[in-house]
């Protein structure tokens, strides 16, 4: 079992920053690929970005590329989310996940057995 709680979302203008935060625990979080999904109303939950186990290898969705950065540290047990240049389109409830089968495909929420409780974020015109 694996536990996740997030913090860090907000209400935030158009063209500012956040950065949330993902601390797991229940197993060793270097065993562990991390994914930040969100999700609007009306719309399906999506995958945002993910971040192998030791940190090195990064993927983010074409919507958010070159916009926000996940990253890790396993010192901490704790994955990050920054967010810059946020639109309003960004505005949804943001969960991370956790990956503990591995190989295998990273993109879809059916690929992440544990997840987090979300986090609200709201970015205004």
């Known amino acids: 079992q694996v536990q996740l709680v997030e913090s860090g979302g907000g209400l935030v203008q158009t063209g500012g920053s956040l950065r949330l935060s993902c601390v797991a625990s229940?197993?060793?979080?270097?065993?562990?690929?991390m994914g930040w999904f969100r999700q609007a109303p009306g719309k399906e939950r999506e995958i945002v970005a993910s971040?192998?186990?030791?940190?090195?290898?990064?993927y983010y969705s074409d919507s958010v590329k070159g916009r926000f950065a996940v990253s890790r540290d396993n010192a901490a047990n704790t994955t990050y989310l920054q967010m810059s240049s946020l639109k309003p389109e960004d505005t949804a409830v943001y969960y991370c996940?956790?990956?503990?089968?591995?190989?295998?495909?990273?993109?879809?929420?059916?690929?992440?057995?544990?997840w987090g409780q979300g986090t609200q974020v709201t970015v205004s015109a």
């Open positions: 971040i192998s186990r030791g940190g090195n290898l990064t």
């Open positions: 996940a956790a990956k503990t089968l591995l190989p295998g495909s990273f993109y879809y929420p059916s690929d992440y057995p544990y």
């Open positions: 229940g197993r060793t979080f270097n065993t562990i690929r």
